[in-house]
């Protein structure tokens, strides 16, 4: 910057603004040291004198500090915004518990306020909720994205918009943005290596008609295991439930409508590898409904959030758990870094899963 008198403003003005503009951008991080007076009066092209009173200014405002003998610091900046806004398709469904768990565990610490913004369990209206966020006013957003590549354009219109901003849970493509999500890779690979290892051949796969790159992801890490066997997920029996279409009360119902007829048809299977919770729990239902003993007659395996039922019903649920606290947790502590400053490139940090082995799963 050089400084330049007008009508207008004075150049102690300009100077207070463009140095109150680089720390409200984070180019001056709160906590780090000015330059000397000399050399910000070098760089702005005025004298020391001015940058003195621009300076006592700006202390006087709390936007810096000055210590005896070691110089003048970025203070926290008066009315910093502190509200976070997390935003859900929606709140009703039990893992939406665990992401909010995950996110207040990333703000421990913080004096940074948690908002909860949550649709019902409409995806449209989801991504709507994005235009009425305020830049003014918010810190930053966590966005729980929909599984699906067609709200890529309006996620992208909405980073645009220089909100700080994370991705988390699911990864889209095509979306500059930073993002945490689980590994859908190695979640697939530990499902289909886990069913492998029990000697099953004859198997199902349930799973979302999702075209997100996480989705994608899984497919890949199953191929990866079936490949060592002579198969791919593409000669496999599939059974597709319509991500869109969700109901908050039975949101398993979809998958079990599906199931009772995908097993129906193929009484030959003697396991079922489903790629969300609610969907092995509609398959586990339907198998039921159908007179199949699990796990005698078929195993059942999740991918997903470790639900309340899978440790309920007998025989209990083994899953490939995609650790959505860890997850959610390391999407706030991203989320912070940027708010402080990381002004770099967006980054995709994929959080591994853990398997968790139960009744559901028999060796042949």
Not at 257 to 275: G, P, Y
Request: charged share 20%.
């Amino acid at each position: 910057m050089a400084a330049e008198n007008n009508d207008h403003q004075t150049l102690i003005g300009q100077v207070e603004d463009h140095l109150r503009k680089q720390i409200n951008d984070g180019e001056l991080a709160v906590g780090s040291k000015l330059p000397s007076m000399r050399q910000l009066s070098n760089t702005m092209g005025c004298s020391l004198g001015i940058v003195q009173m621009a300076i006592n200014t700006l202390s006087a405002e709390g936007y810096l500090r000055s210590l005896p003998r070691q110089g003048v610091f970025v203070a926290e900046p008066p009315n910093r915004k502190r509200d976070i806004a997390l935003v859900l398709p929606s709140v009703s469904l039990e893992p939406m518990g665990g992401i909010i768990r995950g996110v207040r565990r990333g703000l421990a610490g913080t004096d940074l306020h948690l908002l909860i913004q949550a649709s019902d369990n409409d995806f449209d209206d989801q991504v709507h909720l994005l235009d009425h966020l305020d830049k003014d006013y918010l810190a930053g957003v966590i966005i729980c994205p929909p599984t699906a590549n067609e709200y890529v354009k309006p996620l992208q219109k909405f980073v645009s918009r220089g909100i700080p901003c994370v991705q988390a849970t699911f990864r889209l493509d095509g979306l500059d943005m930073n993002t945490v999500c689980w590994d859908g890779f190695e979640s697939g690979r530990m499902a289909a290596q886990h069913v492998l290892g029990k000697r099953h051949t004859k198997i199902g796969l349930v799973g979302f008609n999702s075209d997100s790159r996480t989705a994608k992801d899984v497919l890949d890490g199953l191929n990866s295991a079936f490949k060592t066997q002579g198969f791919s997920t593409e000669s496999l029996p599939h059974c597709q439930i319509d991500q869109l279409k969700l109901d908050a009360d039975t949101p398993w119902m979809n998958s079990e409508r599906s199931c009772n007829e995908f097993l129906a048809v193929n009484k030959d299977l003697t396991a079922v590898i489903a790629s969300g919770h609610y969907l092995a729990l509609g398959a586990y239902r339907a198998a039921n409904t159908l007179g199949i003993s699990i796990p005698d007659q078929l195993s059942v395996l999740s991918m997903g959030s470790d639900i309340q039922a899978f440790t309920l019903i007998d025989p209990p649920v083994t899953i490939v758990d995609i650790g959505l606290e860890s997850v959610c947790e390391r999407a706030m502590m991203r989320l912070r870094q940027i708010i402080e400053g990381d002004r770099g490139p967006s980054t995709t940090i994929q959080i591994p899963p853990h398997l968790i082995e139960r009744g559901s799963v028999k060796a042949i």
